[in-house]
């Protein structure tokens, strides 16, 4: 049997980035385009934030705001992406335990974690698909090795 109990077995590798230096309307551009709901922030390789959707909509001005359409545009487009990012994102390097990984993520209420290497450059992000699809084949895996016992 296969054991595949390392966050590098169910992470997504080389997930979509930001540069720091991006702007908060082409974050917006680029989770829309990409159908993702969060972004790494990187400079330089390392990462330094991440940005999620949510983040991105909370930071717009709200409906009170006395600006048209246009003017929020504008200053969403000046804004850098810095602004509405966690600069200290929760992470776990690749060799992490899918199970210890998994309890960060239900006990901080996490939708996903980003997954660094030992120098700080980012490797991959495990989203809770990703934890789903570990728990999906290890529950396959248990059914396997019960019917092959009875």
């Given at each position: 049997?296969?054991?595949?109990?390392?966050?590098r077995?169910?992470?997504?590798?080389?997930?979509?980035?930001?540069?720091?230096?991006?702007?908060?309307?082409?974050a917006?551009?680029?989770?829309?385009?990409?159908?993702?709901?969060?972004?790494?922030?990187?400079?330089?390789?390392?990462?330094?934030?991440?940005?999620?959707?949510?983040?991105?909509?909370?930071?717009?001005?709200g409906?009170?705001?006395?600006?048209?359409?246009?003017?929020?545009?504008?200053?969403?487009?000046?804004?850098?992406?810095?602004?509405?990012?966690?600069?200290?994102p929760n992470?776990?390097?690749?060799?992490?335990?899918?199970?210890?990984?998994?309890?960060?993520?239900?006990?901080?209420?996490?939708?996903?974690?980003?997954?660094?290497?030992?120098?700080?450059?980012?490797?991959?992000?495990?989203?809770?698909?990703?934890?789903?699809?570990?728990?999906?084949?290890?529950?396959?895996?248990?059914?396997?090795a019960?019917?092959?016992?009875?």
């Amino acid at each position: 049997m296969t054991v595949k109990n390392k966050v590098r077995d169910w992470m997504t590798p080389n997930p979509i980035t930001i540069d720091a230096g991006a702007s908060i309307v082409e974050a917006i551009h680029l989770l829309k385009e990409k159908n993702i709901r969060r972004l790494p922030v990187v400079k330089g390789g390392k990462l330094v934030g991440l940005v999620t959707e949510r983040m991105l909509l909370s930071f717009s001005p709200g409906k009170a705001t006395s600006m048209d359409t246009w003017e929020v545009h504008y200053l969403l487009a000046k804004t850098p992406v810095t602004q509405a990012m966690n600069p200290k994102p929760n992470t776990v390097g690749p060799d992490t335990e899918i199970a210890d990984c998994a309890q960060l993520i239900h006990d901080r209420k996490l939708n996903g974690i980003t997954v660094v290497d030992a120098t700080g450059q980012l490797v991959g992000i495990l989203t809770t698909t990703n934890a789903l699809e570990a728990l999906i084949w290890f529950s396959k895996q248990m059914q396997q090795a019960a019917a092959g016992k009875s």
